[in-house]
């Protein structure tokens, strides 16, 4: 994994364990994994980084120093996903074993794992408030369930295949999930109830995303945009409507 500078800053650093400088463009390779890296993930801080390898790691390190501060090892298979908490103190990270594990981004240590998919699990994202998740599976289900705890609290069964991507709205009262049922669907996360369908792929849609800051102090009504990208070659930006 590389650091790139995009802009004039200050000298490279070029004497990391990990780290090696690589043309002009490239400031930091990270090479803790030992196998494809799937997902990469900054600390709400910006000082970390922790990435996600079919390696069946998750690692943490951090990104002054080009140290790796975990390693995380309690999956059975490939590691898909990592995400942060809002606060920066723990990850969830999702895997091809079916679970989800949450756990200290400091000691690695696991404090909840999830288990009630019952095929590899795609993608996982922190409500705003990182009181819950959401996860996302090839059994093509999206669960919401606690963070504290891992109660499950909502399932959606919407999409017609697995899917591949969710992604909470920033004020956190919408979920949009991807699919390779090529749809995009936006539902809410408190009764699970479509709110729409968006049926413009032609393929597998395999990310999402909201705005940035968008129904931050407030309930969102007025039509948000939203950006999906899909195994069909295209970026699509559409705005939610039927609300």
């Not at 494809?36 to 943490?60: K, M």
């Not at 819950?132 to 999409?159: E, P």
Request: aromatic share 8%; hydrophobic share 35%; net charge negative.
């Amino acid at each position: 994994m590389r650091i790139t500078k995009m802009v004039e800053g200050p000298s490279k650093i070029t004497s990391y364990s990990e780290f090696s400088v690589i043309g002009d463009d490239d400031v930091l390779t990270y090479t803790g994994h030992k196998e494809s890296v799937h997902t990469v993930a900054w600390s709400p801080n910006g000082r970390y980084l922790a990435s996600a390898s079919a390696d069946i790691t998750a690692q943490v390190w951090d990104a002054t120093n080009g140290k790796t501060v975990v390693r995380y090892r309690e999956h059975r298979n490939v590691v898909t996903c990592v995400a942060w908490s809002p606060d920066g103190a723990h990850l969830a990270s999702a895997s091809t074993d079916g679970t989800v594990h949450i756990w200290d981004a400091t000691n690695g240590k696991t404090t909840v794992m999830y288990r009630e998919h019952v095929r590899e699990v795609t993608c996982v994202a922190w409500s705003p408030d990182g009181a819950h998740l959401a996860s996302a599976s090839t059994d093509g289900t999206v669960h919401i369930w606690d963070a504290t705890n891992g109660s499950r609290i909502l399932t959606y069964s919407g999409h017609k295949g697995p899917v591949q991507v969710v992604a909470w709205s920033p004020y956190g009262a919408l979920l949009a999930s991807g699919s390779a049922d090529t749809t995009v669907q936006v539902w809410s996360a408190t009764n699970g109830k479509l709110v729409y369908t968006y049926k413009r792929h032609t393929a597998a849609v395999n990310t999402v995303a909201w705005p940035v800051g968008y129904g931050v102090s407030g309930p969102e009504v007025s039509g948000p945009t939203i950006a999906s990208g899909s195994d069909d070659g295209t970026v699509l930006v559409w705005d939610v409507i039927g609300q």
